[in-house]
């Protein structure tokens, strides 16, 4: 029987299915994955590169730079920024501090394309046998990558955006421009940005002109600038430039000689302050100005080069004046007390300190302490630490206790006793140190409690070259020049004159007479009352011209003219000049009762000074961008407001305060000047304004809290020497050149108080000046009476004010202004 076995299917085939399909499934998983990863790569690339910066040439660096305030001389005021930083071309930095950056921060600069891996490994085995940071590992792309990205410096996210960020500008910027940005835009300690600031502010000098051993000290402070500090840790910072001067010349950026000169080099390293034109308050009304027009970001941060009109020395000059103006006037005021004193255990104390020369700086006000009264000498001994001094009795005469009324006696002070005790704590000025009486000679002073402004601008222009808003901007910044509204008492009368000049129907001339005597105006709000304006003399002086009246600033014929000629005209033609604070619509109007800026009055002023035209006042004649493109020049803005005619028969008559009148002391600058003094109500406010040819001033004297100034401190007393010694340094240099006459002004020979003409051989009298036309002749009616207006009206000595248009009517009791 014949047996038959089964067979077993082949193995081959089944196994070479599944090895296919083995193989299937994970090509088809390399494949997702490879997509998931490379989608994955893709997401994350979008998503670190999306927010960076695209830097597709030089032109795109723009950063937060430094705004410079200009004088008109060029010279630099002051500089607003958020980073101080100046941004110059790499031409304008030193080749060494180049090569000194390059050495300390990346020897490889110039041959990788943004990342160094050699340099990676090098500073990781540097740092690991140091057990510390020594080397850094970022190159000079990344460090200008880390800086404009503003990325933290130890996040792996952050580093690859800067690796990136490093690459695209190493293919899209060249070695140079890379150069530039860094060396603009690192941080160097001290608030300082970029090389330039740096070399600046630590030794004074532009960035091309550092030498190699500061180069190096700079370029070391890159790494940690507080660290290495050289103001702070000098030696800290010097081990910092040697390690910098060597790898300069190991990399043969120096020779050995010159590493050697470098590090044998002394160093005079402080921190340096630019000089600036001390100008606080002329600063702030151009920085309001700026960031007003421009915008903080814009002021603050993109480099504006601004040029004011500002002079330095004329500001100076004012600076000076109202500083010893407001001394003077302290003085007068009299002793407003100690500073403060201390107790009998702070006086032995301050006895028994050895007497030494000390560290006084003689003409620098300091506190001292009254130590003793010696009454035999009658003087005071005082100590400002090991520095003794005297004061003697004659020396603090004045030092009287101020008035409580302006009329109270103050008896003259007898005894060193009555000014000083012993424990009191006053301001003195050394003056001199006495080397054989081993003692200081000391001057009493204290600080005032007045304030003062002054503004002068330029004549035919309107610039505004000098702006000062008070004695001292640290402690006030209250611009009383721009911001404080005061009255200006009599500065005020001769807008009414010029307008009274100008009237197109009432004839009045320089020589036209008002009867200064007593007159009565009815109160038409108030029925039965009754305001009679005085003089501030409280006399009358009869007939009166009207140059004699504006002259000794008569109240009284003031306010006749301005009830003749119409409230309404008066206020009409003061905005006309300029003035436009709010005007009183009554007869005080006369004694310049309505608050006005010193600057408003001064451009009022300015129009007699210009022939009647009008100048906008100039603060700021040009700004220019971070490249030097001028984005914004003062256009002349003036208008032709009242007559050349009328504007010089104005100036003419304010000559006259000055030759005859209130402003008598202007004449010591023996030179043609025209202005006029104010003093309002109880000498609260004390004014003089005030031109020549060539420039106008305006000077304000009071109290921020509007209490009197004192006896007698009118404006010709108080305001008028800051005016005057003002204006004799601002026109030293200038030629003494008189008034320009205009056609159609012609000049008469005048009795001085009558105002007629002097018959032809007749003698005295003086050349007026009349608008042609209405000059007088011999013999002949004064020109002046019209129809309309009573031939008496300026001679009577009652008037009514009944039926006229105030709105607001003047105070019954209403307090005549100084005429001083």
């Given at each position: ?232 840790h000098p030696r800290r910072a010097r081990a910092r430039q040697v390690y910098v001067i060597e790898r300069m010349q190991a990399d043969g950026s120096i020779s050995p000689e010159q590493a050697q000169a470098a590090l044998t080099q002394p160093l005079d390293i402080k921190l340096h302050r630019p000089q600036t ?133 103050r008896p003259p002070l007898k005894k060193i006793g009555q000014v000083f005790k012993p424990g009191d704590v006053v301001r003195v000025m050394p003056m001199a ?388």
């Amino acid at each position: 029987m014949e047996k038959h076995l089964p067979s077993a299917p082949p193995p081959a085939p089944r196994k070479r299915r599944w090895l296919k399909r083995l193989l299937i499934w994970g090509f088809s998983l390399s494949l997702v994955l490879v997509i998931l990863a490379a989608g994955a790569g893709v997401v994350g690339w979008f998503y670190i590169t999306e927010d960076l910066p695209q830097v597709e040439s030089i032109a795109d660096y723009r950063p937060p730079s430094v705004t410079r305030v200009l004088a008109a001389d060029g010279s630099l005021m002051v500089r607003y920024y958020h980073q101080r930083r100046f941004v110059v071309p790499l031409s304008e930095i030193s080749p060494m501090a180049v090569k000194a950056f390059v050495a300390a921060e990346d020897g490889n600069f110039f041959h990788h394309q943004g990342i160094d891996l050699a340099g990676i490994a090098r500073a990781t085995i540097a740092n690991i046998r140091a057990g510390r940071v020594v080397q850094g590992a970022s190159t000079i792309s990344q460090q200008v990558a880390q800086a404009l990205l503003n990325t933290p410096a130890r996040a792996w996210v952050p580093k690859i955006k800067e690796m990136i960020f490093a690459w695209r500008m190493e293919h899209e910027l060249s070695k140079q421009d890379i150069l530039y940005i860094y060396l603009n835009e690192i941080y160097l300690g001290h608030g300082t940005y970029g090389v330039e600031a740096a070399a600046r502010t630590y030794f004074g000098k532009p960035a091309k002109d550092l030498n190699v051993a500061e180069a190096a000290l700079i370029a070391g402070l890159i790494q940690a600038p507080s660290r290495y500090s050289p103001l702070r840790h000098p030696r800290r910072a010097r081990a910092r430039q040697v390690y910098v001067i060597e790898r300069m010349q190991a990399d043969g950026s120096i020779s050995p000689e010159q590493a050697q000169a470098a590090l044998t080099q002394p160093l005079d390293i402080k921190l340096h302050r630019p000089q600036t034109v001390a100008a606080p308050y002329y600063e702030e009304t151009v920085r309001q100005w700026l960031e007003e027009r421009y915008g903080k970001k814009m002021l603050y941060e993109q480099g504006l080069i601004v040029h004011t009109a500002c002079d330095p020395g004329l500001t100076a000059a004012g600076r000076a004046a109202i500083k010893k103006g407001l001394a003077q006037l302290t003085r007068r005021q009299g002793y407003f007390g100690p500073v403060k004193r201390i107790s009998g255990l702070e006086l032995d104390k301050a006895r028994s300190v050895p007497v030494g020369q000390g560290s006084l700086e003689p003409g620098a006000p300091a506190e001292a302490v009254v130590t003793a009264l010696d009454p035999a000498r009658q003087r005071a001994e005082l100590r400002l630490g090991p520095a003794r001094g005297y004061i003697a009795l004659d020396q603090v005469r004045w030092a009287k206790p101020p008035r409580k009324k302006p009329d109270d006696y103050r008896p003259p002070l007898k005894k060193i006793g009555q000014v000083f005790k012993p424990g009191d704590v006053v301001r003195v000025m050394p003056m001199a140190y006495q080397a054989k009486a081993r003692a200081w000679q000391l001057k009493l002073v204290q600080e005032p409690v007045a304030q003062a402004a002054l503004l002068a601008m330029e004549n035919g222009s309107g610039r505004v070259r000098v702006l000062i808003g008070g004695s001292d901007f640290f402690k006030s910044q209250f611009n009383r020049a721009l911001q404080a509204h005061r009255q200006p008492g009599s500065a005020f009368k001769p807008f009414i004159y010029a307008a009274a000049l100008d009237h197109p129907k009432r004839v009045y001339t320089s020589s036209t007479v008002v009867l200064d005597a007593p007159i009565t105006y009815d109160d038409p709000t108030q029925p039965g009352e009754k305001w009679r304006p005085k003089n501030y003399s409280s006399r009358f002086y009869g007939s009166t011209t009207l140059r004699q009246a504006l002259a000794h600033s008569r109240n009284v014929v003031t306010v006749k003219l301005l009830s003749d000629l119409g409230l309404g005209y008066v206020v009409e033609y003061a905005r006309r000049l300029g003035i436009t604070s709010e005007l009183a619509p009554n007869l005080s109007l006369a004694l310049g009762t309505s608050g006005l800026t010193l600057l408003e009055l001064t451009r009022a002023y300015g129009v007699f000074a210009d022939h009647g035209v009008l100048m906008e006042p100039v603060f700021v004649e040009k700004v220019l961008d971070r490249d030097g493109r001028e984005i914004y020049k003062a256009e002349p803005k003036d208008r032709q407001v009242i007559s050349p005619q009328t504007a010089y028969l104005t100036t003419h008559l304010l000559q006259g305060v000055i030759q005859e009148g209130t402003g008598r002391r202007m004449r010591a600058l023996k030179r043609p000047l025209a202005g006029k003094t104010g003093t309002t109500n109880d000498l609260r406010d004390a004014w003089f304004v005030g031109f020549s040819p060539q420039l106008i001033c305006g000077v304000w004297v009071g109290q921020d809290d509007n209490r009197p100034l004192g006896r007698k401190e009118t404006g010709s007393r108080a305001a008028g020497p800051i005016w005057q010694q003002f204006m004799g340094q601002a026109l030293k240099d200038q030629p003494a050149s008189d008034f320009p006459v205009p056609e159609g002004v012609v000049f008469v020979r005048v009795d001085r108080l009558n105002g007629q003409p002097v018959p032809a051989g007749g003698k005295g009298g003086f050349f007026e000046s009349f608008l042609e036309g209405r000059q007088p002749q011999p013999g002949q009616p004064t020109p002046g009476q019209t129809e309309g207006r009573p031939q008496d009206f300026l001679q009577s000595e009652t008037f009514s004010s009944q039926g006229a248009p105030p709105a607001d009517p003047p105070a019954p009791a209403l307090a005549p202004a100084p005429d001083h």
